[in-house]
């Protein structure tokens, strides 16, 4: 059976259908080995937050909730309560995959070029910014407007300016404000409703 692409989607993924998700095959992270699903082009944050290191943003809509609770467990949550589990994965959206935080087997590199898709379920449909005090990174805030205005694609994609994180799978808030999950970046992507 196939799955529609998630980049053809210009609405939020339906919670509980089958979805094809870019994906970063065989990958430790957490210690534990999976096929992670990615938010946005591998980067680096040098320009803003002084983090050279090349990482990817864990895209948790697509994360089982058997594996969300193994992810909360690594951050040191002892109980595995439905909100205890989604705070803590929420938060691992903005931890990234990388080879300096978490040492890979030698036979396990961080990959290079566009990462290959895989049917994934969708778990849930809201990927919150849970850094600091839910706002922008100061750098970002000084560097963008509040709202920034989104990059609209020809073929009707939304992307976040600054690492052109895809937006047009997220539902904006009533000011038509969509919060990248990736930084925290408050970016325009739909009409304010009255």
């Known amino acids: 059976m196939s799955a529609p692409l998630l980049s053809d989607l210009r609405s939020p993924p339906v919670v509980g259908r089958f979805y094809m998700v870019p994906v970063i095959r065989d990958f430790y992270w957490h210690g534990i080995k999976h096929d992670w699903p990615v938010l946005g082009p591998m980067h680096t944050d040098v320009d803003h937050f002084n983090f050279p290191y090349p990482h990817y943003h864990v895209d948790i809509r697509f994360l089982t909730k058997a594996l969300m609770r193994r992810v909360a467990s690594k951050w040191g949550y002892a109980s595995v309560a439905d909100d205890l589990v989604a705070r803590a994965a929420s938060v691992a959206t903005c931890y990234p ?22 049917r994934k379920f969708c778990s849930t449909s809201v990927v919150p910014f849970t850094l600091q005090d839910r706002k922008p990174f100061p750098a970002l805030r000084a560097a963008y407007p509040d709202p920034a205005p989104a990059i609209r694609r020809m073929d009707g994609r939304l992307l976040c300016p600054h690492r052109k994180v895809d937006l047009s799978t997220f539902a904006p808030d009533a000011a038509g404000v969509v919060t990248c999950p990736v930084h925290g970046l408050r970016v325009q992507c739909g009409i304010a409703v009255a």
């Open 97 to 118: 995959l990388m080879k300096v935080m978490f040492p890979l087997p030698a036979h396990a590199p961080l990959p290079l070029g566009r990462p290959p898709l895989a």
